[in-house]
C-alpha cells in the first residue's frame, strides 16, 4: 500500500486554510503508519473537536470524531475494548491541554497503549483563534489582544512527568524527524505523544507577524533546538532564548502499560 492509499479522496477538498500544517502531520502519520505495515481494517482514528480534529474524516479507516476534549477517553474504550487494533489520536493543544487536560495526564498515568498525535498551533484554530493553554508568552490572539501574560504548558515535559512511555517533539518544519517519531511512537507499547508545532496563519500568524505559512515554518526553523543541546546547556547553566523551544525525543521507556495486547 502507498501512503496515499490512506486517504479518503472522495472526503476532499479539505476544510484547512490555505498554508496550514495541519496536512503536514497527517501525511508524517500516515506515511509512519503505512511503514508499520499495518492494514486500514486494524487501525483506528479518534479525534475531539478542532480543525486537527478533522483529520480522521479524511483517513480511510474506521474512526471516531467524538465531542471537544474526549479523545482519550473514547480511545481508551477502543483500545480496552478490542487491544488487537491500533488506536491513534488526532488533538489539538486546546483539546488535548484545555478541555481535555485532565484525561491526558491520566491516560499518560494509566500509560494506555494509544498513539496521542497533537497539533499545536498555539491557539484555538476552528473557533477563531482563542487563546489556548500553549499560547505562548507575549503572543497575540483574540483573548490575548495584549499579549499573553500566562506561563504555557510545556506539553511534552508534561507527558514525560505523567508517566508516557514515549514523547518527541517536532514541528512541521522537521518532517523527516516528525515521521520518524510518529513511527517510534507506534512502535513503543504503552501511551505515546507527539507533538508537533504546527502554522496557522489563519488564527496565530496574522496576529503575530508571522502572515504568511513561510513565516512561520521559517520561524519553526529558527526557534527550534535540538534538546541535546537545549540540556547541555541546561548543565552548562546558559539561558535559553525564551522564544526557543526544545525538539527531539524526550523519552522512550517501557513502564507497566494498559491496553497492550498479551
Ligand atoms: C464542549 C465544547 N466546548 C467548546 C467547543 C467549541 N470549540 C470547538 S473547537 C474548539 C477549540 C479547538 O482548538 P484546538 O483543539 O487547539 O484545535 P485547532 O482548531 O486549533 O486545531 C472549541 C473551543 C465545543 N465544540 N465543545
Ligand atoms: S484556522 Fe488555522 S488550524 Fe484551522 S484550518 Fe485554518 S490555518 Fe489550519
Known sequence: MNFQDWLRADRLPHIYCTGCGNGTVINCTLNAVNQMGWTPEETVFVSGIGCSSRAPGYIITDSLHTTHGRAIPFATGVKLARPDLHVVVFTGDGDLAAIGGNHFIHGCRRNI????????????????GQGSPCTPLGAYSTTTPYGCDEAPFDLASLAV???ANYVSRWTSYH????????????ETPG????????????????????????DMIAWMRDHAVLLKKWRR?????????PATFPVGEFVRRNLPAMGVPK
Open 113 to 128: 497503549d494509544l498513539t496521542v498525535i497533537c497539533m499545536n498551533n498555539y491557539i484555538y484554530g476552528m473557533t477563531g
Open 161 to 163: 512527568a505523567a508517566g
Open 175 to 186: 518532517v523527516q524527524e516528525l515521521t520518524r517519531a510518529v513511527k517510534a511512537g507506534l
Open 191 to 214: 501511551f505515546s505523544l507527539i507533538e508537533a508545532v504546527v502554522q496557522c496563519p489563519t488564527g496565530y500568524g496574522r496576529r503575530n507577524k508571522l502572515r504568511e505559512a513561510q
Open 233 to 241: 546547556m541546561d548543565e552548562e547553566g546558559v539561558p535559553h532564548d
